[in-house]
């Protein structure tokens, strides 16, 4: 695929409705891989479905926990996926072989997870109401450092290489670590009241950062400007993003691919809103169905795509792709019918023998060498810090012929057929991680996860199987 030549002039956001993948079970948490190739979906049964996201088509499908997974995060080079389940447990997932390599367990609900921008022997969790913690993959944690020890509502993320910390509470606080040391940097307060930070999201290119915030307003901050800005000082935003009109509560924000285009769910109905960054003018509101609500939303990492979530089914917003044939010479023509072309007698040849006067001196062609082995890196898929591709980058998963009848006796037999004489525990046995840690936390309260509360599974149940019965009737 040549990126180069899918450039959109003008607009580079999604503006209309483009399917949607049903994972035969509900929905709740989505990430793209670094190339956007791959998107895994977590799952209220605890599956995690990996999916083609260029053919469209399921790839791999995880039995990855029992309760519901609540948060998914890729690695870098995209063999290896980080999953948070409701049961308190964190794992690591090798892709290719669906084996869970390192499995963690918290005393407290985890509502986020991130695998380190750069290494992959490095997480970031953040349980519900403690600190947030930096484990590493041979089960030792650091936990980061709080504003104040009461104050327990922690969000946190890395920055886009992987260098800072940044965390925010229930008062409006950002709190900026260096890694691995976790010392305090830079700290300053979002606004002048006291307002819950409730996500911290970067862009994939560029210095820019967002801050969604309870009082309904969304921050961008240029992270050099934070960085240089005294402790406890006020830095002022680049940009203050709001629905004015309906004074929307958002679900979930994120950063287009390029970091040109903001995107934020609301909380309220299945709606997305996309700004644009340098002017931070609303240019595309996104509607989905009526009565549904939103769960997650993620940017194509390349591509002018977003993937939602709302009633257990993952939404695709691309662009209107309208064919236009006369565009792409200035002298193309449309033809009604077949014309004949009557070719000139030394069109093709070498050396026009018909020629009556010869300009200048001739000059001998020469054989000009090809260049056809080494490949030119593509800008989309580096990093702004970045001159060469990673190599070994995990794009695409091999899919396993269905055999309805495989020959008896063949070696299709016996890989469709295994024995008869294995059992369950042999199973268990093969998908058991290879080490299990436990993180022992202080201060730990024991509350139920936010995804299990009675009254929002009921709620987002029926609208699911309302509107999931709907749709699937439209198709």
Excluded at 47 to 63: E, H, Q, Y
Excluded at 189 to 213: P, Q, Y
Excluded at 263 to 282: D, T
Aim: aromatic residues 8%.
């Amino acid at each position: 695929m040549n990126l180069e030549l899918l450039e959109s002039f003008g607009q580079n956001y999604p503006e209309e409705f483009d399917g949607s993948l049903d994972c035969i079970s509900l929905a709740v948490t989505c990430s793209f891989n670094k190339r956007g190739t791959l998107l895994a979906v977590g799952c209220n049964d605890g599956r995690i479905v990996i999916w083609d996201f260029l053919t469209r088509g399921i790839a791999k499908i995880i039995c990855a926990h029992i309760h519901p997974v609540c948060s998914i995060s890729w690695s870098r080079s995209g063999h290896k996926l980080l999953s948070a389940s409701t049961d308190n447990t964190v794992c690591i997932w090798d892709i290719m072989s669906s084996d869970c390599e390192l499995k963690y367990r918290f005393p407290s609900p985890v509502l986020k997870v991130q695998f380190h921008p750069r290494t992959e022997t490095r997480l970031l969790v953040c349980p519900m109401k403690h600190a947030a913690v930096i484990v590493e993959t041979d089960g030792q944690h650091k936990v980061v450092p709080l504003d104040e020890d009461n104050d327990l509502s922690i969000v946190a993320s890395f920055d886009r290489r992987g260098t800072y910390i940044y965390t925010g509470n229930s008062k409006g606080k950002i709190l900026i670590f260096s890694m691995p040391n976790l010392d305090l940097t830079a700290s300053f307060k979002i606004a002048t009241s006291a307002t819950a930070v409730k996500s911290i999201e970067f862009a994939r290119r560029g210095d820019c950062f967002l801050v969604n915030t309870a009082d309904r307003i969304i921050r961008v901050y240029n992270s050099e400007d934070v960085l240089k800005a005294e402790k406890d000082s006020d830095p002022e935003p680049i940009q203050k993003l709001q629905d004015l009109v309906n004074k929307t509560m958002w679900k979930k924000c994120c950063f287009s691919g390029d970091g040109e285009y903001v995107c934020a769910g609301s909380a309220r109905q299945h709606a997305l809103y996309i700004w644009e960054k340098s002017i931070g003018n609303l240019v595309k509101i996104l509607h989905g169905p009526k009565g549904e609500l939103l769960l997650d939303a993620v940017w194509h990492p390349v591509r002018p795509i977003v993937a939602s979530i709302s009633s257990g089914l993952v939404s695709v917003w691309a662009q209107n792709q309208v064919e236009n044939w006369s565009a792409f010479a200035p002298d193309f023509k449309e033809l009604d019918e077949n014309v004949e072309y009557e070719e000139r007698e030394s069109e093709f040849d070498i050396s026009d023998e018909d020629r009556s006067v010869k300009s200048g001196s001739d000059k001998t062609d020469e054989d000009l060498e090809v260049d056809v082995t080494s490949v030119d890196p593509v800008a989309a898929f580096c990093s702004s810090d970045e001159e060469i591709e990673e190599e070994k980058v995990l794009q695409f998963l091999p899919i396993a012929p269905e055999v309805e009848d495989p020959e008896e006796g063949g070696a299709l037999a016996a890989a469709y057929n295994p024995p008869s004489n294995t059992t369950q525990s042999d199973y268990a046995e093969i998908t058991k991680p290879k080490h299990v840690y436990d993180i022992k936390l202080n201060g730990v309260v024991e509350e139920p996860h936010p995804l299990l509360s009675v009254r929002g599974e009921k709620r987002q149940t029926y609208g699911a199987k309302k509107n999931a019965t709907k749709r699937k009737l439209n198709q």
